[in-house]
């Protein structure tokens, strides 16, 4: 089968499309035929400390990702396939279901072929979306759904600003906010404002304009899906009890959430997301009812994955960027 390998740190052009054996599930597991994957900052991480932040990058070495070379050959959290086999003692999938899902922190997605246990996180693809929607929810969808419902306790009737409301976890965000009920205001460039608003925002701020902090109102929640803020900058814009929700953390942010945990009545909170099958059968639901759509800025063929690195690495995509895996052959437009 065709995969795409990681063997060294560096630029994306060090990633390689290689003929490697199909994999074989055990007992417990899958083999799903992959039809589409997706890029993320994550998978960035994992290649190259991409969007790890300095402090971080030494234990992510030592602990995660490898010291001098990679712990982890082949990338991709995010997947969407057809089961084409299964283990003997398998018994909640059968051969031919179109699945979606992650598989998981031993990553795998950029090939033609993985396996994931059937415990894993995944479940039966809505027949309403196709591949490439499918492909690339559940890490962000996730993400959003942890900051919002898990740490920031999200209320029907909650003023929720959301800071890079056009990418991957901000389109998401807004959309999740409104289905629980809360009223949002996204952040984002010029050029994202009316994608935006087709998610939803029931008000816009593009920040190459206006200051969120200045213009005196104020939120119950403020997620920064970007690292492009801080607590210090949005207290103000906090009301009492107000949470600051800082996707990308650095010991500045772990230090505040301890610190607010024990004082004052502004807090920050944050974490990292688990990765629940509960979750992802949530999605399922919102997707078939049409209330969650993912949104996707470029598809690439595998064998132009480099690119789509390039890309996400940039910082400026429009929701997700997806791997075309099984249609190879598919012409691709890249707007």
């Not at 900052?41 to 991409?50: E, H, I, L």
């Not at 699945?99 to 090939?111: Q, Y």
């Not at 306790?153 to 409104?178: C, R």
């Amino acid at each position: 089968m065709k995969a795409v390998i990681h063997t060294k740190f560096g630029p994306p052009d060090e990633l390689q499309l290689k003929e490697i054996d199909k994999p074989f599930p055990k007992d417990n597991e899958v083999l799903i035929k992959i039809h589409a994957a997706s890029v993320t900052s994550t998978d960035c991480n994992v290649r190259n400390f991409t969007f790890v932040p300095g402090i971080f990058q030494i234990p992510a070495r030592l602990f995660m990702f490898g010291v001098f070379r990679p712990r982890i050959n082949i990338l991709g959290i995010d997947l969407a396939g057809e089961i084409e086999a299964i283990g003997k003692n398998v018994k909640r999938f059968k051969e031919g279901d179109q699945v979606f899902g992650t598989p998981g922190t031993t990553f795998g997605a950029h090939a033609e072929y993985t396996c994931v246990p059937e415990k894993g996180v995944l479940t039966i693809k809505p027949p309403n979306i196709t591949w490439e929607e499918a492909a690339p929810i559940f890490l962000g969808a996730s993400t959003a759904l942890f900051y919002l419902r898990d740490k920031g306790n999200i209320k029907a009737g909650h003023k929720i600003l959301i800071y890079g409301a056009s990418g991957a976890i901000g389109t998401y965000a807004v959309q999740l906010a409104k289905y629980f009920g809360a009223k949002v205001t996204g952040v984002c460039s010029t050029t994202n404002l009316e994608l935006v608003k087709s998610l939803g925002a029931d008000k816009l701020i593009d920040y190459t304009k206006e200051d969120y902090t200045r213009n005196g109102k104020t939120y119950d929640l403020i997620l920064d899906t970007v690292g492009k803020t801080s607590f210090s900058r949005s207290r103000k814009s906090l009301k009492q009890k107000g949470v600051f929700l800082p996707v990308i953390m650095d010991l500045k942010e772990l230090a505040q959430i301890l610190w607010t945990s024990m004082t004052g009545d502004k807090k920050v909170k944050g974490g990292v997301a688990r990765e629940r099958v509960e979750d992802l059968e949530f999605f399922k639901t919102l997707l078939e009812a049409r209330k969650l759509k993912p949104v996707i800025d470029r598809c690439y063929p595998l064998e132009k994955i480099s690119e789509a690195f390039q890309y996400v690495e940039k910082g400026h995509k429009k929701g997700n960027v997806v791997i075309m895996v099984k249609d190879n052959n598919k012409k691709f437009e890249v707007k």
